[in-house]
């Protein structure tokens, strides 16, 4: 059973880089049960993008090896450049194959990368997706991220990501998938407190709806805007 509050291990980075490059192939067919809200709340993000000025840039952190709900973000705007970052090499090397096998691969820069350390001049983006990736960052980590999509976002973009509906300080899980070398770890402020921590960052939030998935576990899509 995953442990409760643990203390933040310091190579927790490093932990989950290791992690995830292990998982890889696991997570990838693991995922697809998650790919429909995916595909849900980035169409959502679409509709919510203005229609007068098409996206050029989006970002998204915690690619993983890209899936439906990204290529549907790139083949709805064919001029729109993603930069996608991920912590974990292996993931990135299998986005990048998939991105050269749809053809995305002009669309498309690889930052490999804790999220903490991105660094991008302000209103850079039109569009920043976090699906289950923000959720493994310390909490404090969270809201320096999110407080930083504020910045990158330029009037009238569009953030998209989930966060756990629990509130919790710290999770661990020492067999992940089943797999040896699966440790993980998550946190998360729980619903109301994500929702304002998006709030706090500048963005208005247009969605904000909970679903629970097969495993029972509940997370807030959310979905908002920085104003114009």
Not at 40 to 63: D, F, I, V, W
Not at 130 to 145: C, K, M, N, W
Not at 163 to 168: I, K, L
Request: glycine share 10%.
């Amino acid at each position: 059973m995953p442990s409760s509050s643990p203390p933040i291990p310091p190579n927790l980075k490093s932990r989950i880089e290791t992690s995830y490059n292990a998982l890889a192939p696991t997570y990838q067919t693991w995922k697809t049960s998650h790919d429909p809200l995916r595909l849900k709340y980035t169409q959502t993000l679409l509709s919510h993008l203005s229609p007068s000025h098409p996206p050029s840039r989006a970002l998204e952190l915690g690619c993983g090896a890209l899936g439906p709900a990204t290529s549907l973000l790139l083949r709805s705007h064919p001029s729109l450049h993603l930069t996608c970052n991920d912590i974990s090499p292996t993931q990135l090397e299998l986005a990048a194959t998939e991105a050269g096998e749809q053809g995305f691969g002009a669309q498309t820069t690889f930052v490999r990368g804790d999220m903490l350390g991105l660094s991008f001049a302000g209103e850079t983006f039109d569009a920043v997706l976090g699906f289950y990736s923000l959720i493994h960052l310390p909490r404090d980590e969270q809201t320096a991220v999110v407080g930083k999509v504020g910045e990158w976002l330029k009037p009238g973009g569009v953030f998209v990501a989930n966060f756990a509906e629990r509130e919790v300080g710290g999770l661990v899980e020492e067999r992940w998938l089943g797999e040896r070398e699966g440790w993980m770890y998550w946190s998360s402020w729980g619903t109301e407190k994500s929702v304002r921590m998006v709030e706090e960052a500048g963005l208005e939030v247009l969605v904000k709806e909970v679903h629970t998935d097969e495993d029972g576990a509940g997370f807030v899509w959310v979905v908002a805007r920085k104003p114009r």
